[in-house]
């Protein structure tokens, strides 16, 4: 693959959070126990989810898929990241970067979708309960996830191929800890201005477009919780949505957090640090989120581990007691 027309650069330089020896190792451990932490939480998300059968509802089945793009939106960056801090190498190469930023725009998009989705499913549970296993049937269910997968492909296809129409000169280090979309526009020496107008274009579409939906569904679920009379009714109503509710708040104010203050600041390695609550914190607190808050969710982990542990009694009596094996 060539990385454009007239560019001979094969490589880029990933600077990271800092450059001083001494916290690299700080810095391995902590990351590599926040990535660890995320996967096991999610996978216990999908695997409560899929296990229960009080749990095959569209709400925990966006839930689930949620969280299997959040395992994958972290595994895009964080291993590459642990990585190059382990071989005290901080180099990507040109396709690396590439695959790096599609898969990156995908599950971060994906994300936003599935939010968007679900805000959706709540308001459909609150405002319209008498219909909600005919509106929220399992082909519309599918339908949604499929239709927010392939819109996320072919943006991140198309930011992709606008990507590999650029040039790249001497200026090869990225001020990041992976390969991010604007950083790289910004290191084109061949002319970006088409590059910045997709990306600016797709992000009000795309963004505006789910956070619309988000707080439409959200006003109305309000304006329905409002009518309710009784106080037992109002919280039971609201408690259906207020783990969705956390997680959305805290993306998209971690989101904007990162926004500005990569705006404010010129320090090469603010905005590295500040998107780490999005890339990372965001998809690490969300299972916490849903367990926590999620009376459901808390039951079915209790009677996982249940039956869990009652498996590996079984088996250690049988182990004990070989003539009860026949």
Aim: charged fraction near 10%; glycine fraction near 4%; hydrophobic fraction near 45%.
């Amino acid at each position: 693959m060539e990385p454009g027309n007239d560019t001979q650069i094969s490589e880029f330089i990933l600077l990271g959070f800092s450059e001083e020896p001494e916290l690299q190792p700080l810095i391995f451990g902590l990351f590599l126990s926040m990535y660890l932490i995320t996967v096991f939480g999610n996978l216990l998300i999908i695997l409560t989810v899929s296990s229960d059968s009080h749990l095959h509802t569209p709400m925990y089945f966006f839930l689930s898929n949620l969280s299997f793009v959040d395992i994958c939106f972290i595994s895009t960056t964080i291993p590459k990241m642990l990585w190059n801090v382990q071989t005290q190498s901080k180099v990507i190469t040109y396709e690396g970067c590439i695959t790096q930023i599609y898969f990156f725009l995908l599950f971060a998009v994906l994300d936003i979708f599935l939010l968007t989705v679900m805000a959706y499913d709540r308001f459909v549970a609150i405002c319209h309960p008498l219909h909600y296993t005919i509106i929220m049937n399992p082909q519309i269910c599918g339908l949604l996830v499929l239709v927010s997968w392939i819109m996320c492909i072919l943006n991140s296809l198309l930011q992709s191929l606008m990507m590999l129409q650029l040039s790249f000169c001497t200026n090869v280090e990225i001020p990041h800890f992976f390969c991010d979309l604007s950083q790289m526009t910004q290191l084109a020496c061949s002319d970006n201005f088409l590059n910045y107008m997709v990306i600016y274009f797709t992000t009000a579409l795309l963004g505006s477009g789910a956070l619309t939906g988000i707080l439409y569904s959200y006003s109305k679920i309000i304006s329905s919780i409002r009518r309710i009379t009784s106080t037992q009714g109002k919280y039971k109503s609201f408690s259906t949505c207020a783990s969705h509710l956390s997680v959305v708040s805290l993306f998209f104010s971690t989101s904007l957090g990162v926004y500005f203050s990569s705006a404010a600041t010129q320090s090469s390695h603010s905005g590295a640090t500040a998107s780490v609550m999005y890339t990372v914190v965001t998809p690490m607190l969300n299972p916490f989120i849903y367990s926590l808050r999620n009376k459901d969710i808390k039951g079915a982990l209790k009677r996982l581990f249940v039956m869990v542990s009652l498996k590996r009694k079984i088996i250690l009596g049988l182990e004990k007691c070989p003539s009860l094996q026949g």
